[in-house]
């Protein structure tokens, strides 16, 4: 298991919090990559967990490639912005995600994603980060507790999803 954390990086010591979720998905890490950045069967997976939201769709600005641009757009309305940083089919996909409203903008500026994927003998072993540039120092204790609690159960709620997708197949055969 991940271990999250919380360190000032920079000059101006903006406090930057990292929470992790790992999981191995029976399929190979291009089908892993494939369900991870598909705008039309992610939002299915990412249903949130308490205060953190759940995607109710993703809408491309063009192919996705490094520097695209998606609108992910949240069930309470919320509309945020992600830019593709690192696209490298299918080992590493990495974004960084704007636009929060609050209360959430009150306790982070900006999200920064990486995925990580790797084959191995029983299917791909997927790595999810996000390191997250928070609003207000003052406001780290809060920040670590919602996005030590919900952030991080929202992810691995989101591979596990990934992971029952893949095996209801293997479960509805005869």
Request: glycine share 6%; net charge positive; aromatic share 8%.
């Amino acid at each position: 298991m991940a271990v999250d954390t919380l360190a000032a990086t920079g000059q101006n010591q903006r406090m930057r919090l990292t929470v992790s979720a790992e999981r191995s998905l029976p399929c190979t890490p291009e089908v892993a990559f494939e369900l991870a950045t598909n705008p039309d069967r992610f939002p299915v997976f990412f249903t949130g967990f308490g205060p953190v939201r759940g995607i109710s769709g993703i809408r491309l600005h063009s192919e996705l490639a490094v520097g695209s641009q998606r609108r992910v757009h949240l069930v309470d309305g919320t509309v945020l912005t992600e830019r593709v940083v690192e696209h490298d089919p299918p080992v590493r996909h990495g974004y960084t995600l704007s636009g929060f409203r609050p209360p959430m903008a009150w306790l982070v500026s900006q999200g920064e994603a990486m995925w990580s994927l790797a084959g191995h003998e029983f299917g791909c072993r997927v790595r999810w980060d996000y390191e997250f540039t928070l609003a207000k120092r003052w406001l780290a204790p809060v920040a670590v507790v919602v996005l030590h609690l919900f952030m991080r159960r929202a992810m691995h709620r989101c591979l596990k999803n990934m992971a029952r997708s893949l095996e209801a197949p293997l479960e509805a055969a005869p």
